[in-house]
Structures are given as C-alpha cells and as structure tokens.
DNA sequence: TTGAAAGCGTTACCAG
DNA sequence: CTGGTAACGCTTTCAA
C-alpha cells in the first residue's frame, strides 16, 4: 500500500502537500493540483483512516446504537436504519452498528476509544439509563425518541403526541363518537418506550378536548392478542365505530379478526393506523394511516450530528409534524348513527 | 483523555509494559501487572483505536455488506445482522455497516482505507460483480451465500438445494404426488439471487428423482400476485394437493387466498414453507417449515472471518443441512386420493 | 503557493 | 521479566 509520502514523492512535492491537496484546506496550484492527483490515481493510493484519525482526532465514523432483537417493529428499524447510512454516507461518514444490549458499556467503549464522532441511539426509555453515561462524552449524540430528562442532548422523532390528535380529529370529523386505541404491546409499554407514552398522552388530551368516548388498550402480538384486546375494547365500550391502531404487527390479525366477526372496514368500523407507508398500503384494506417518517427521522438525526460536529448551532428537541393520509378505511358517519 | 505514558509513568512503568498488560503477549510479573492495572482503573484510560490501528494494523472492526432496501426478507436480514454483530463482539470486534448501493466502490473504500480487518457480505448474485473486486482486497473476506464462481473466498449459507429435497421427500412420504412451488418473486430471479436458483435446481432435481408432477412459479408480492401465481400453478397442473412456499412474504396472502377460496391447509392442500421459525409460527396455521438458520449462518460467517485472521485454515464452502420441522400445515394423503 | 518537521498514541522490536 | 525507542501514516503549525 503505498503512502502519502510515496505520492509526494512521485508528485516531487512534499507530503504535507499532498494532504492540502485531499482536504483542499489551503490554496494549491492547479499544476501541483494536477501532478498530485496523478500520482494518487498512479499509485492507488488510499490514506489511512487510522493515521487519519490519530493525527486529525476524527474518524469520520458515527455510531448507530440500534435494537437488534427480532421481535418489534423490524421493518422500521431497517428504515431508520437505512436512512441513517445512506445520509451519513453522503456526508463522508460510516456507520459502526452497536446493538442496543451492550448497554452503556458499549458507547462507553466507542466513545473512549475513539472509534467515532458521534452516536445516533434509537428505542430510547422513558428514564434511559444511558442518557446520563451520554453527557459524559465528549462526543455528541443525538436521540431518535425523546425520554424524560434530555437537556442538552439533540432529540429527533415523529411528533407522537400530535400524531394521536390528529387520527382523533380526523375521525371525529368524519362523525365518530366512539373510538377505540389499540396500542402497542404491553412489553413495549411496560419498557417505557418513549413514542408509547406520548401517543397515549396525545390521544387522551384530544379525547377530552374533542368530548369523545374513548377506551384504551395495549394489544398483544398474534392472532390471540387482538382478539383479546377487541374483547376489552368492545366491553368497555359498545358502539365502537372506529379504531386508532398503534401498533403495526396488530394490524393484520387485527383485520384477519374483523372480517372473521362479520365488521366490514370501513362501512362497520373506520380505522387509523399509525404505521409505515407500505404497510399501510399492503393490507387487504388500504389503510387511511399516519405515516412514521423513519427515513426523514433518520436523515435528520444525521444532519444534526453533522451540524453538531461543525459546532454549530441545533435545535435540541425537534419532533416532526405528522401527516395523515386519507385512504380506504375511513368513512363518514351520518347524522342518524351518531 | 490520558494516554498508555499517563498510565506508564502513574504505575513506575514504560509504556511498552502497559501495552503489554494490555495485550497479555509477554509475562509480566504479578505485582507490576497490578500496580499497571490499578493505574489504568484509576486513571480511566482506554486506548486510542486509530493509534492502535496505525501501529498494530489491525482495526478489530469488520465490515458487513448488507442489502438495506426496505422491499425484501427484512426480517431475515434483520437476524443475519444481529447474529453478525452479536459474534463479532464475542471476539472483541466491531461491525461497519455498509449498504450494497455503494457497489465495489464501498467495499475498496473501506478496506483500502484500512478501516477494517475482513468483510461479511451478504445477499450475492450468481455473477456477482462484487468478487473478483474482493479477490484483490488484503483483507479477507466471508460470503452469505454462494455465486457461480467463489474460487479462493469463504462462502457459508443454507443448504438450499438440500432444503428443497427435504421438503419434496417429506410431502412424498406423506403421499403427495403433485406439488407446486410458489417461488421468490421475479426481481430475485432476475437479480439471480444465489439462494433463488439452488433452491430451484434442487427443487428440479428432486422431482424427477422422485417421480412426482411438479410445476414452479414466482410469486409477486402481495394479494394480486400470490393470486396469480395461484393461478398459474393451478393452470399448469391441476389436482395439486401440496405446495412448496420459498417466499415469506407470500405467505400470509396466500393463506388468506386458500381460505378465500375455501382450500382448507392441511385438508385440501398441504404447506411446506421455507423461512425462519418464527415467521412460521406467527401464521394462523402453524406451518410446517424448513427455517432459514439466520442466526447459525451469521455466527458462522463471523468465525470463519476469525479464522481467517488468525491464518488458520476453514472450509471454503459449508453449507448447513436443512431441518424440517413439522406442524399443523402437512397431511398424509390416503391412497385413494392418489 | 509550498516545505519542514513536530506531533498524534500505540505496538513491537532490540537490548538487557 | 522489563525498558527504550523506532516505526506506523497522516495532519497541521510554523516558516519561508
């Protein structure tokens, strides 16, 4: 592998020449310029991320602390996931994957070792014990979830909160009275999980705000855990005319239950589903949904490290507008059923 | 941050002792191994990756190829990935993840610029451009998969060719004499995706050596498609009393489909499907499957990049036999409906 | 517009 | 069993 100084050699420059040349941080000849590039296409040569990294203090690496288990949410994960890749690529950054499981030693040993720039974390909790163990690095990260405690740590996400108002009053517009919240899976709930919380909040301060009836229930994965959660709902409720789904793996069992117990959606029942796009799209019924923007969440945790790392300035909590999409599991209520 | 002469001169050492606790390559006394250790505690110090890089040339990080698009075998992506990195930190190391958009041009970037140790790549193609990029790479590297020419690079994955006789015997043992495949979807035909054609081929082979009325198809994704391949197979053979499903994706519509059309599995029709354990048991019949060992194949994959580091010697092609494991989905056929 | 040279923090070789 | 000290390959300050 040749060198830096094997190029300036060929070139006849000096190395740090060569260097100026790459990074473009000060003015070169556009004859130098030319002999150098040159000689670099001759020769292959690649610098050393590790040298770099020692002699620059940077490593042009961020860290991408994702839940790999395999039982939630896979395919958002993936999105975000993705996005978060694709937009670090474009800016001259890798991606060291961690999972989630190595806890606060694994940023702990990322981060004191030098092995990135920046972290981007998912799944964060409500009281996330890692939070604190963030603030004593001296790099910076950005949250995709917005626990409890945040100050001074960037935060990005869909806007949960107003996400539940919207479904609300998008039904409540289309004359519902009586709405039912199938909601994540106790184990999601029970962690804490930030994006549960608030979805929860939202949909009960809209409730009240709108004069609604509501009921909520978290759901249980697989066929078992929507009948179940229908049960509840429907006992705790009569008269249901539309649900709020927040919970993707629910929806398809949920469907699968509904057209088994002869409610047909949407002219028996409306649904909103908060959901990806494509799964939204993928159902029997293409659900009216509001989307979970993974790749817009992604890029932006992205961008704000960027932005971060230049030391400029951020807004350190920044949720993004949800968007509701009118498909075909919606319908309006007339007078007489209200 | 301190550095290994911070710890060297707090412990009454040279710093070349310190790295060889840290190393454990050379003996060192029992007493200055301490004294070195108290200081690292107390000082806190983790050594600085690049420098370690630099000097040492190795990076401890291997770089995993993964195809992030949203479309296909997310899930199983997903358990490769988690699998991967979960055995890569059981040997100290650490995943770059990179997508397959970035083509040949990535991996050489990576690995040219020494950022890591060995490759993992995942999702090959017969003719898969990647390789003869790889050949030339310093770094070794592990396929998930196996392309026509693998000459010289480790290849690890599922025995597709094997799971399709698997499943072929064990719907003949049970009487079935006229199978349908619903294959993967056309795209990864075309992409000439390696597991795609082995399963294919062994599919072929075991019909004949069997004597049985075969006929295949891909299978679009979603309702529409699963309904045309449906049709296709029915068109191309009728009296089709068992199906082979090599495509997760269509499975849940296809099952919706038979029950739409009142094929009730196992009494009518029979299913075999390849895909993980748990996509299988999350359907409303529990079907009998062949899974698709992600997490065997990627903690395989990481050991034999280890080995290949460490100069010792590993298979260059393994491929793990197919289990078969029965539940709800597959009926013996009386000899009168044969 | 360019060059020289001092680091950056480790490892590993050479001595003892 | 331990120490001293060249590398390792690059960036960046200081000078010119």
Redesign the interface.
């Known amino acids: 592998?040749p060198t830096i100084n094997d190029v300036a050699k060929a070139a006849g420059v000096s190395p740090s020449t060569v260097s100026y040349v790459l990074s473009g941080r000060r003015p070169i000849s556009a004859e130098t310029r030319a002999r150098v590039q040159a000689a670099i296409a001759e020769l292959?040569f690649?610098?050393?991320?590790?040298?770099?990294?020692?002699a620059s203090s940077k490593?042009n690496?961020i860290a991408?602390v994702a839940p790999?288990?395999?039982d939630v949410n896979?395919?958002v994960?993936?999105?975000f996931?993705?996005a978060v890749?694709?937009a670090a690529?474009s800016y001259n950054h890798?991606?060291?994957?961690?999972?989630k499981?190595?806890g606060t030693a694994g940023l702990e040993?990322?981060a004191?070792?030098?092995?990135v720039d920046a972290l981007i974390l998912m799944d964060l909790e409500r009281d996330d014990l890692r939070i604190p163990a963030l603030r004593k690095l001296?790099q910076p990260s950005v949250l995709i979830g917005l626990p409890a405690d945040h100050t001074g740590i960037a935060c990005v996400d869909l806007d949960f909160g107003a996400a539940a108002r919207t479904a609300l009053s998008h039904l409540a517009g289309h004359g519902h009275r009586r709405i039912g919240l199938v909601g994540p899976s106790p184990a999601v709930y029970r962690r804490q999980t930030t994006y549960a919380d608030r979805f929860l909040a939202g949909f009960l301060e809209a409730s009240a705000d709108l004069g609604l009836r509501t009921v909520t229930h978290p759901c249980e994965?697989?066929?078992e855990g929507v009948r179940s959660c229908m049960a509840d709902l429907d006992a705790e409720l009569d008269g249901l005319t539309a649900l709020v789904v927040h919970n993707e793996e629910a929806l398809?069992p949920l469907l699968?239950l509904l057209r088994a117990t002869g409610r047909r959606v949407p002219e028996d029942i409306s649904i909103v589903a908060i959901c990806p796009r494509?799964v939204a799209i993928?159902m029997?019924v293409n659900l009216t949904s509001i989307d979970i923007p993974a790749h817009d969440v992604g890029t932006l945790a992205v961008e704000t490290a960027m932005r971060l790392l230049e030391g400029r300035r951020v807004e350190y909590t920044r949720l993004l507008e949800p968007s509701l999409v009118e498909r075909d599991s919606c319908r309006e209520i007339s007078t007489s059923h209200r």
């Not at 690649?46 to 020692?54: E, F, I, N, T, V």
């Not at 004191?112 to 092995?115: D, L």
Request: glycine share 6%; aromatic share 0%; net charge positive.
């Open positions: 592998m292959g690649h610098p050393h991320a590790g040298a770099r990294a020692l490593t690496v991408l790999l288990r395999v896979v395919p994960i993936m999105q996931a993705t890749v694709t690529r890798d991606v060291l994957l961690l999972t499981d190595e040993r990322v004191h070792s030098t092995m001296k994965p697989g066929a398809r699968d494509d993928s029997p």
